[in-house]
């Protein structure tokens, strides 16, 4: 049997994360049971991660340390599936250690796999220390 695959969009994790819609947080949870118990499988994109961490971050005022913790603990959950899950979790880390935003984060998570061609500073920095 093959598994059931759902891709998440970011409104679902925050009225998970958040529990301030009732109704949707209701029906976030009824989904993410399901995932957590093995019935499906929730595909989580870095896009959505990002957009997470912006909403967290600009809308609700998280303190990033809180943010990079909750995210990382929720991703790490059974039954979800990140877009390259170990640079998505590498990146949460940098996000609480660095004055970078989420997407800068990435990049500099992906310099170790790859060559990363860039003029922002704050990367560049971040760079030089992997």
């Known amino acids: ?17 958040l529990k301030d819609d009732q109704r949707l947080y209701r029906m976030a949870g009824e989904f993410f049971r399901e995932v957590f ?4 499988v929730a595909v989580v994109l870095q896009s959505v991660v990002a957009e997470v961490v912006y909403v967290l971050i600009k809308v609700y005022r998280i ?9 990382s603990e929720f991703l790490a959950a059974r039954g979800l599936k990140i877009q390259d899950k170990v640079i998505t979790l590498e990146a949460l880390r940098l996000f609480a250690e660095k004055n970078l935003d989420f ?7 992906y310099g170790r796999e790859m060559e990363v061609v860039s003029f922002d500073k704050g990367v560049l920095k971040c760079l030089e220390k992997r």
Request: proline residues 3%.
């Open 63 to 71: 303190p990033r340390m809180e943010v990079s913790e909750v995210l």
């Open 37 to 40: 118990s093995g019935k499906r």
């Open 103 to 109: 997407v800068d984060c990435l990049i500099c998570a």
């Open 1 to 17: 049997m093959q598994e059931r695959r759902s891709l998440v969009d970011a409104n679902v994790i925050l009225r998970y994360l």
